[in-house]
Nanobody, 121 residues
Framework: QVQLAESGGNLVQPGGSLRLSCAAS????????MRWYRQTPGKQRELAAF???????GYGDFVKGRFSISRDNAKHTVYLQMNSLQPEDTAVYYC???????????????WGQGTQVTVSS
């Protein structure tokens, strides 16, 4: 069984920074793309950032250069550094990853439970 566990969510003032972490655990042979999504009540979940196994990254339009995604393949962990946070960034942030755990190296998609980020003065 594979699990993703996010951490790092918190209350932060506008203009502040947070670093989210997401660690995958369990029987893992390989992890493909890893992603961060966010969701606010009444809205669809939206992609904040993704990173491939080789380190190629992409970002949602709303990021506008404020976030940076990275990963540590040895630790099965993905990070999201968020700077210049604004109240509209308030959301639950979810980790998502494609993980292979069986000998046929089929990739399955997994989600974490989410971590709350609140930006408020």
């Amino acid at each position: 069984q594979v699990q993703l566990a996010e951490s790092g969510g918190n209350l932060v003032q506008p203009g502040g920074s947070l670093r989210l972490s997401c660690a995958a655990s369990g029987t893992i042979l390989s992890i493909g793309d890893m992603r961060w999504y966010r969701q606010t009540p009444g809205k669809q979940r939206e992609l904040a950032a993704f990173i491939t196994k080789d380190g190629d990254a992409g970002y949602g339009d709303f990021v506008k250069g404020r976030f940076s995604i990275s990963r540590d393949n040895a630790k099965h962990t993905v990070y999201l550094q968020m700077n210049s946070l604004q109240p509209e960034d308030t959301a639950v942030y979810y980790c998502n990853a494609d993980v292979a755990w069986s000998h046929d190296y089929r990739f399955w998609e997994y989600w974490g439970q989410g971590t709350q980020v609140t930006v408020s003065s």
